[in-house]
């Protein structure tokens, strides 16, 4: 498993740049048992003696990686894996090339049973949003029915049962540019944002089963000189509610923001999927928690597709993107070991 995840964070694969982390995984994955597909830079390998008869456990994971800036990492280089005082350091190790090396490390030893039929799925462009590849595979009809999804994302050992719903928007206000020797002749754009900043900072936010909403102003841009009033201005804001609420929803709980533009940047809806389901409710039993997350992964894609889909992996959502990524080999060992004694 080791072995896997080093050779995975030495085959630089951030997103659009996923050939080469495909074509290892492919010639890796022809050499097991089992049937192999590919959809440009997705793969879907189902095991020997798939029937027809059993439920279907998929094991999904994303190729690729954010990018990363080298002369920021301190312990090693991003392509380089370290294994040091128990962690493995590198890009991806823990989002989520450590997932995916527990993956491999499963289905290339089939330390699985014959209880359920075994799928794995490996797809490109997760770090770009959505449609990726898993959109691909599934909208090519080459999956089977799947009873349950596993995503080994980093979730710091625990079940995730599913991801809040993600908006983006921007706001843009337009004034009159003058001379600011004559301020008072224009009409300052800035200005005009701050009602909405203010709003956006005091909009009530709830907690769903413990987890807290958010939202935050998180970019700002106007003016085009410093003599100049700004005659336009904008905001960019990040907001992650409950998986519940549809798009008009999430809409009508912001602020009315009167005669400024509102330009939507991006709608990822949330998903929540019933823990109590049968398979489901003995995975949970046997990993022993399961929670929400606030951020978005590809469980809700899935779940919006009818797809019972979690995530439960190795290292923590906090390493992921960050220079010095790391992921505990006591994590990567919990994780498959977990996942061993449930599908046996
Ligand atoms: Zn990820």
Same mark, same amino acid.
């Given at each position: ?108 030893? @089939? ?57 983006? =928007? ?5 004034? @009159? ?27 009530? *936010? ?55 533009? =509102? ?62 990524? =790391? ?11 977990? *996942?061993?004694? =449930?599908?046996?």
């Amino acid at each position: 498993m080791i072995n896997w995840l080093k050779k995975l964070i030495e085959i630089e694969s951030i997103s659009r740049n996923e050939k080469e982390i495909t074509d290892f995984l492919e010639s890796e994955m022809k050499k097991m048992s089992g049937e192999l597909k590919r959809i440009n830079n997705a793969l879907f390998w189902q095991c020997p003696n798939f029937s027809a008869d059993k439920k279907t456990i998929a094991l999904v994971s994303h190729t690729d990686t954010v990018p990363f800036v080298e002369n920021k990492w301190q312990i090693t280089r991003p392509l380089s894996p370290l294994e040091k005082d128990g962690k493995i350091y590198g890009r991806g190790s823990s989002d989520m090339k450590g997932g995916l090396a527990v993956i491999l490390d499963i289905i290339s030893g @089939k330390k699985f049973g014959d209880k359920f039929n075994v799928i794995a799925i490996f797809y490109d462009r997760e770090e770009l949003g959505f449609p990726n590849g898993i959109t691909d595979l599934l909208e090519a009809k080459v999956l089977p029915q799947i009873d349950l999804a596993i995503v080994p994302e980093p979730t710091e050992r625990q079940v995730v049962h599913g991801v809040f719903t993600t908006f983006r =928007f921007r706001t843009v206000s337009h004034g @009159k540019a003058v001379h600011s020797s004559k301020a008072y002749l224009g009409e300052n754009a800035i200005y005009k944002l701050l009602p909405a900043i203010e709003a956006i900072k005091n909009i009530s *936010l709830e907690e769903v089963e413990g987890v807290k909403e958010a939202i935050s102003v998180n970019l700002i841009s106007g003016g085009t000189a410093d003599n100049i009033v700004p005659d336009k201005a904008e905001i960019s804001i990040d907001c992650r509610f409950d998986p519940k609420l549809s798009q008009q929803e999430v809409i009508a709980r912001l602020p009315d923001f009167g005669d400024l533009e =509102f330009l939507e940047d991006g709608f990822f809806p949330g998903f929540v999927t019933n823990p109590k389901t049968e398979i489901l409710s003995d995975f949970i039993t046997l990993v022993g928690s399961t929670k929400l997350e606030p951020y978005w992964t590809d469980i809700a894609q899935l779940g919006l597709r009818g797809i019972p889909a979690v995530n439960f992996g190795p290292g923590s959502a906090d390493q992921a993107h960050t220079a010095d990524e =790391f992921v505990t080999v006591s994590d990567l060992k919990f994780v498959r070991d977990k *996942l061993v004694e =449930f599908l046996k």
